[in-house]
């Protein structure tokens, strides 16, 4: 229950952040692209922790543990405090594309880019319940298993992969292109934030360093 009332006190609280993100720098609510993102966001997320607070409380526990206060690597905390910012960075400079017409994005490539965004944020949210040890944050705790089914028969980090696929599709959706150019330092976070992470997985967790030689990939299936 206490799992539960924190995910909704955080979902609000969330949501409540995105729409001034958004809607700030809009300076206006007649703004379908920002409705419909939100919209997306609020499904995409609250549906699947709704499953997890029913079925698997503890795994939801673990994802809601998140931010630069919850890493205990002091090269996490840093990444965690830019890929927070970066993602700030890429919605607001998305909106304000669309307020001042930067950029001419069309109604349908709007779609598709909320199709992204919850295509992303439910790989990430799958990814927890096929494995329950899928923290928000970089540690190794007792009883952890190396897990090698489902998603992370693709990648190693097919959390960070959906954060991939959600941030291109932030920008379309929210009717711009040139907020897609903060990706190149969105993944060069995520690269940094999976090299320290796999020296403590490698240090720690018990048949890592085989299952890193069967799948290969870390982020991007055939790139890296």
Do not use: C
């Amino acid at each position: 229950m206490k799992t539960g009332l924190f995910t909704a006190v955080s979902a609000v609280i969330g949501l409540v952040v995105f729409g001034a993100l958004v809607f700030g720098p809009a300076g206006t609510f007649d703004y379908w692209q920002g409705w419909a993102f939100l919209a997306v966001f609020a499904l995409t997320t609250l549906l699947p922790s709704r499953y997890l607070a029913v079925h698997d409380p503890e795994a939801l526990r673990r994802r809601m543990r998140a931010g630069p206060v919850a890493e205990t690597r002091p090269l996490q905390k840093v990444a965690s405090t830019l890929a927070f910012t970066f993602l700030a960075a890429m919605v607001i400079v998305s909106v304000l594309d669309h307020r001042f017409g930067w950029s001419a994005v069309p109604a349908w490539v709007s779609v598709v880019g909320n199709a992204l965004v919850a295509v992303g944020l439910g790989a990430a949210m799958l990814v927890v319940s096929q494995n329950s040890y899928a923290a928000a944050n970089v540690i190794v705790e007792a009883g952890q298993t190396v897990v090698s089914t489902g998603l992370y028969r693709l990648v190693r980090h097919p959390m960070y992969a959906g954060n991939v696929i959600m941030m291109i599709g932030i920008p379309p959706a929210l009717g711009s292109y040139w907020g897609l150019l903060l990706m190149i330092p969105g993944i060069a976070i995520l690269a940094m934030r999976i090299v320290d992470e796999e020296k403590l997985l490698r240090a720690e967790l018990d048949g890592y360093d085989a299952y890193a030689g069967k799948v290969r990939y870390r982020l991007l299936p055939y790139v890296w």
